[in-house]
């Protein structure tokens, strides 16, 4: 058995030689309780004669929780508030349920009785629950718990003194980036008697340093004092700066976005198109002369072909007898016809 449980050891030993109340009556609220249901419950529910008899075996029932065995692994004699305050709580409600039942005569003292007998097997792994994992939690330093002893109902502080010293973190952290070191642990809040922190050059359990730099890697130490002599708690950092973090930048499966770009803006890993592409899709008026240009070469294209194929289906011959033919079946065609007739005629004459 550790040294850290001998002033626990010889309270647990004293109080089973004195007359002590049990654990739960050191709750005001079980001690009104009890004068409640002796006063306000039992005359409805109990001959008068009875009363006196079982108020005895009730107290001395609520006595018989502290009679425990002691082992440093169950209980050792102390509890600290939050588990007497749950035990006395699952005491009152068994009682409420009891008295909620308005049994009357020995079916009440009955089941009064065993009742209490329960809540001490209750109570009993309520404080091995404790003494497991809310007896001095410190894994290291000095921790100051205040506790209630069970033989007096006293709260007093018991010292949980581990090694002062608690290790060293190592801490890497890129060039550039912000270090926070944290010095805090879980059991310096329920802790007493612990003073200021010395953490580099404040008295915060934390901290910070912007936009670190090579030269900001090393060791440091963080000490939490006491209202003792000797410090609480130390803890060191090792701190290692590494080269500053290449972040690539993801390209969005959106194409919507590389449009919405302004013009020069680069985006790694993806392609960028060329400047007189971004300076054509920003103007219109380029977008629609390139248009009307594409139709008229498109148009003169099949003008050409259309005048290709007639010369190779007609010949050169019947086009030309063709086109003829057109052109004098209108209003040229009349005038050579006048033209032949007067010609006829004057040739008659002479003749």
């Known amino acids: 058995m550790g040294q850290r449980w001998l002033p626990l050891l010889v309270v647990a030993l004293t109080a089973c030689l004195l007359p002590a109340w049990g654990c739960v ?18 005359p409805g529910h109990l001959e008068a004669k009875d009363h006196k008899n079982l108020m005895i075996r009730v107290k001395e029932a609520v006595e018989d929780f502290k009679n425990l065995p002691i082992d440093e692994d169950s209980y050792m004699g102390v509890v600290d508030k939050p588990t007497l305050e749950k035990a006395s ?13 308005d049994v009357k005569g020995q079916l009440f003292v009955k089941e009064l009785l065993w009742m209490l007998h329960l809540a001490k097997d209750t109570f009993a792994s309520y404080a091995a629950q ?79 340093k912007i936009m670190v730099s090579p030269e900001d890697a090393g060791i440091y130490r963080c000490e939490l004092g006491s209202v003792k002599s000797s410090p609480a708690t130390i803890i060191h950092f090792r701190v ?38 971004q300076s054509q899709s920003s103007k219109p008026e380029n977008v629609l002369r ?16 259309g005048v290709v194929t007639a010369i190779l289906y007609f010949g050169s011959g019947k086009v030309i007898d063709f086109i003829k033919s057109s052109w004098f079946s209108t209003g040229h065609g009349d005038a050579q016809d006048s033209g032949v007739s007067a010609e006829k005629t004057d040739k008659s004459g002479r003749k």
């Open 240 to 277: 290692t700066v590494l080269p500053k973090r290449i972040v690539e930048e993801i390209p969005s499966p959106n194409t919507e976005t590389q449009d919405e770009m302004a013009p020069g803006e680069v985006t790694l890993g993806r392609p960028q198109p060329s400047t007189t592409l």
């Open 130 to 208: 404790f003494q497991k994992e809310g007896f001095c939690p410190n894994k290291c330093g000095l921790m100051l718990q205040p506790l209630i002893w069970c033989s007096t109902c006293q709260e007093q502080v018991h010292a949980c003194r581990k090694s002062l010293d608690c290790g060293e973190r190592k801490v890497e952290v890129h060039q550039m980036e912000d270090m926070i070191l944290d010095c805090e642990l879980n059991w310096h809040k329920i802790s007493q008697g612990l003073t200021d922190y010395s953490f580099y050059r404040g008295i915060q359990p934390t901290l910070t």
């Open 89 to 101: 709580w699952s005491l009152l409600k068994d009682m409420k349920r009891v008295t909620d039942s």
């Open 290 to 305: 390139s248009r009307l240009v594409g139709l008229l070469i498109w148009g003169f294209v099949v003008l050409i072909a």
């Open 25 to 42: 009556m050191c709750d005001p609220k079980v001690v009104e309780a009890l004068n409640s249901l002796e006063t306000d419950y039992l």
